[in-house]
């Protein structure tokens, strides 16, 4: 009995079946390939963490050059030597996670949020993760501060800013104007860092006046990145500022 292949139930049935078959081999390599892309986030998020803790191959002046990470290899190598510890921040205490090497996540820990200490030249380091949203999609971020609260390098990253504008976040021109500035004032108060057009600084040499110079044409980005800043690293100031007393 012939098949009627120009009928329409034919055609149905056809879709339904390669529907199926096309499902079923894609669920296939996504399981196939999930250990490989869990793997690949974890040695990425060690790559912006040693990064924002100034250990990359970034070459020159700063606000100068490419940005240039250690590779996969080296940061999985490298990490434990200057990563130390990672804990939960609640309020101002701290609870300890076993195991630095195995990143605890930014999201899902309704019982305090992450922190990783680590040591560069002889500094202890505070990294700490933010996120927020920029002018089109999500924005993101590592914040490396001393225990007075002084940024000592940052890193962000973007997932759809405007090439050539908002998408200069990640450019060190710009990451590079976080090193040295305060995030309290003179007084001892989170004064956090505002994205300034109107700074009068152009070479970023005030450092305690928690401001930077924006970037031009990415207003939005940048308000996006202040608030990603400020947000994200209140909750931790109450424990940092008591490592001192």
Known sequence: MAVKTESNSYTVIFAIIMVVIVGALLAGISSALSSDISNNKKLEKKQNILYAMGVNHNQGELGGGKVEFLSTTDAE?????????QY???GNTAEKVEG??????FNGHREGLPLYVGEKDGTTLYIIPVNGRGLWDAIW???AVDKDLVVRGVFFDHKGET?????NIKERFFMDDFIGEHLLDAAGNFQSIQISKSNGDP????KEDGKIDAIAGATLT???VQAMISDGIEPYISYIKSLNK
Do not use: M, Q, S
Not at 100 to 105: K, P, Q, R, V
Not at 203 to 206: G, I, S
């Open 100 to 105: 630095a090497n195995d990143l605890i996540n």
């Open 203 to 206: 070479e970023n040499k005030r």
């Open 163 to 167: 090439a050539g504008l908002g998408a």
């Open 88 to 90: 939960l921040i609640k």
């Open 77 to 85: 190598k490298e990490f434990p030597n200057y990563v130390k510890e």
């Open 141 to 143: 971020g590592y914040i």
């Open 222 to 224: 940048g308000n996006g």
